[in-house]
């Protein structure tokens, strides 16, 4: 050991600890005695803890700690008071009105949180998580609105869905079809038929006709047909869910030949009814989350 | 065990060294006059701070000094900080810092000597200790007969008192963070919440020990700024010195008389040990400067008293610079340039970023807009042929009244219309948006061209709020996108 050939630091009178590197010495400078005890409290405060605490691995499970200390156990706490805090703050939705919910600054910051979150779990698999639709996904941003885009239209339409199973969900009160008529699979109209028609549709709102329809033909087509749903102007009706045509905004496309399968097969959007799956303060708060995104009427 | 002795059998080097106990003894004098006064000054401040009353009007506290931790707000005096201004904070610590160099450019660690809270509270708790104890003899007597009626009565009544100033010092600091004269009845009454006694809990124990027992252990082991400090001081900076080119060699007085007489060389020291005695980190300033030494100047002090005592010039140790100890050995006069390079750097430095936050201080508006244009999607074609952008937009109410915001788009060809989710609209379809009294509101605002507007694939604009009550306005940029 080092204490045999004991040597002293003639600079510092210090002892050394025998080791040398190429000519330097290494002084022995013993640690402050605080620092030492500190060292030891840090070994024993690690027994104690490994001992309260979830800390060693075994073969399937670990050591739980004498404490009963788990993280998930932590995780379920804070959810179920997360949960509790957000019924209490969504307290003050259940009587109000939407109005009322969007007049109120604290309720409407609440319900626009609360939607946002309902929206991203619930609807965002059909219209996106920017609420932008697909084809025959309606786009919820913009200002056509098949069932009407007021607050109370949206909250129905939410609770009960479109030609779904609920019984007042939304659907054309019209007799012979749920959705639009297929009118060519039904052999109501005929190809040419359904052709002038489709170019007629598709002229309402100024889109590109092939040459040489025959729109006269396709307006009377209309008219017969037509026109008892989307109205003798096209401009549609919100009670029916049929679309207005004189629009630009196509659910599924407004070319010519889309408009013709449209036509021939018809078109039979489903939306689920929500009020049994998701509470009424929910089914609100997504009403008035999805009216701010482009709510009109 | 010490350092110098071996410990434990077989000759093995002992595995810790009992700190040395340091028993400063008392001094007067011009250093230690100062000391006493920064002092009184800084726990001065500390202490009464809290109290202080700033009248903001009826909606904001009324403490000059205010963390507002829960409605997230600074308050000092009269300005009053945002969360979103936190960059103040920035520039302060950007001055702190370069004051400190400054500092140590100048004068070295005078932080240390002065200002810091450590030796600060040190300070006053030697000051207890020797108030009961008595001075540095007394006090190494005291700590040899332990267990005696006088050892138990004088170290019971110093802790009590140290632990009133521990208790105290951490009491102060809590009254930062909520309204004083109430926090200290809700204290007083048990009523106060949790965090608030465990935080003077925390701060008395770190009080009296870092005061009380650690010390100057703290400076040595603990503090980084001694070492950052020996890289930022130099040649030209001020530090407390031992003259060496005056003080030695050392005789005592008798011995340098006859020396003198012999015709023989004698310094100015006469190794009496005053300058260690009353050293508060158990330093010898005559080995040079080293980490230990805080700056205080108090051996200064001591070294006067004996000088002046033995009929010699005074100032053999006093705050002289590196560069002229070798002037003065060299015959040159003694220089002093306290404008070199590297404190007009700092100096600069310090003006530059003073005069930045005392400019936006003073041109800053009481009302914020911020905008964020929504990704998904980034527009939306209406039914009309139309482009819609959707925008969410917070907007800072900085004010203690209510004030209600007219919100308005600029940039965008006529025919635009601008929507607010649950806010009402003026006659020319502007919303209008009450804002409470130093609150944020945040909205969705839907911005919609008409088909007429034929816009390009990105327009930029602005939004503008307008106080309705002075007119006061802001507007922030954006842009308004299209396919
Ligand atoms: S050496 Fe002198 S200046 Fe340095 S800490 Fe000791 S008394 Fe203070
Ligand atoms: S107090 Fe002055 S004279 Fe006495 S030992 Fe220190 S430097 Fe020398």
Request: proline letters at 4%; hydrophobic letters at 40%.
């Amino acid at each position: 050991m080092a204490n045999h050939n004991k040597h002293i630091d003639e600079a510092t009178g210090t002892e050394t600890t025998g080791h040398e590197w190429d000519g330097l010495q290494e002084l022995n400078t013993p640690l402050p005695r605080w620092w030492v005890m500190v060292f030891y409290a840090t070994i024993i405060w690690a027994i104690g803890y490994t001992i309260l605490m979830p800390a060693w691995p075994l073969v399937s499970s670990y050591t739980t700690g004498f404490l009963g200390a788990s993280q998930r156990s932590q995780a379920i706490a804070a959810h179920n008071a997360a949960v509790e805090s957000r019924s209490a703050a969504g307290s003050g939705l259940v009587d109000a009105s939407l109005e009322e919910i969007q007049g109120n600054q604290g309720l409407l910051e609440f319900a626009m949180a609360n939607g946002r979150a309902a929206f991203g779990d619930n609807c965002a698999p059909c219209h996106g998580t920017g609420a932008t639709g697909a084809k025959g996904y309606p786009n919820l941003n913009d200002d056509a609105w098949l069932w009407g885009g007021s607050l109370d239209a949206i909250h129905t339409t939410i609770q009960h869905g479109i030609r779904g199973e609920d019984d007042d969900t939304r659907e054309s009160p019209v007799a012979y079809a749920i959705g639009m008529q297929a009118w060519g699979d039904d052999g109501l109209l005929n190809e040419q038929q359904i052709r002038n028609v489709s170019n007629y549709v598709v002229s309402l709102s100024g889109g590109a006709t092939e040459s040489g329809a025959d729109l006269e033909a396709g307006k009377t087509v209309f008219e017969e047909n037509c026109a008892a749903c989307h109205g003798e102007e096209g401009k549609g009706s919100q009670d029916l869910g049929a679309p207005n045509l004189t629009d630009k905004i196509w659910l599924y496309g407004g070319d010519v030949d889309t408009v013709v399968e449209t036509v021939t097969h018809g078109r039979k959007g489903v939306m689920p009814a929500w009020s049994g799956r998701l509470d009424p303060v929910t089914i609100k708060s997504l009403a008035v989350y999805v009216h701010s995104l482009g709510g009109g009427v | 065990m010490r350092a110098d002795t071996q410990g434990g059998g077989g000759g093995q080097s002992p595995l810790y060294a009992a700190a040395k106990k340091v028993y400063p003894q008392a001094v007067k004098g011009t250093f230690r006059n100062i000391r006493w006064a920064v002092l009184i000054i800084t726990l001065g401040i500390y202490y009464l701070l809290p109290f202080v009353r700033w009248d903001r009007g009826p909606n904001a506290p009324d403490q000059a000094v205010l963390v507002d931790l829960p409605g997230r707000r600074f308050y000092f005096f009269w300005i009053e900080i945002w969360p979103q201004e936190v960059y103040y904070f920035t520039g302060l610590l950007i001055i702190a810092a370069m004051t400190l160099f400054l500092m140590n450019a100048i004068a070295g660690r005078v932080w240390c000597g002065y200002l810091c809270w450590q030796t600060v509270w040190t300070d006053l708790f030697y000051a207890v200790e020797r108030l009961i104890e008595g001075d540095r003899r007394d006090r190494m007597k005291l700590d040899k007969n332990r267990w005696t009626g006088e050892w138990i009565l004088e170290k019971v009544s110093k802790h009590t008192i140290w632990l009133l100033i521990a208790w105290w010092t951490g009491g102060a600091w809590v009254l930062y963070f909520a309204d004083a004269p109430t926090l200290v009845k809700d204290l007083a009454t048990g009523q106060a919440p949790f965090a608030a006694y465990m935080f003077i809990g925390i701060l008395t124990f770190t009080t009296y020990v870092f005061a009380g027992f650690m010390r100057e252990q703290v400076c040595i082991y603990m503090c980084p700024w001694p070492r950052i400090q020996a890289a930022l001081t130099d040649e030209h900076a001020l530090n407390v010195t031992y003259r060496y080119d005056r003080g030695e060699p050392r005789a005592s007085v008798k011995q340098a008389d006859k020396l003198r007489k012999a015709g023989e060389q004698v310094g100015d020291c006469i190794d009496c040990n005053q300058c260690v005695a009353v050293c508060p980190t158990g330093v010898d300033i005559r080995k040079g400067l080293q980490l230990g030494c805080i700056q205080c100047g108090l051996c200064i002090d001591a070294c006067n008293t004996v000088m002046d005592k033995v009929g010699r010039e005074g100032n053999l140790i006093a705050y002289d610079t590196d560069i002229n100890i070798q002037r003065r050995m060299e015959g040159k006069e003694p220089v002093f340039k306290p404008i070199r390079a590297r404190t007009m750097v700092y100096v600069v430095m310090i003006a530059l970023v003073g005069a930045l936050m005392t400019f936006t201080l003073a041109t800053r508006s009481f009302e914020g807009l911020n905008v964020l244009h929504d990704r998904n999607p980034l527009y939306v074609q209406l039914s009309d042929g139309g482009v819609r952008n959707g925008y969410t937009i917070r907007i800072l109410n900085k004010r203690t009244e209510e004030r209600v915001f007219v919100l308005s788009v600029e940039g965008m060809p006529k025919g635009t219309t601008l929507q607010a989710v649950g806010i009402t609209e003026t006659a020319a379809g502007d919303p209008v948006i009450p804002i409470g009294p130093d609150q944020t509101r945040e909205l969705r605002v839907l911005v919609n061209a008409d088909s007429s507007a034929n816009l390009g694939k990105s327009v930029p604009i602005a939004f503008r709020i307008t106080d309705t009550g002075s007119g006061e306005s802001v507007k922030t940029e954006d842009y308004f996108k299209g396919p």
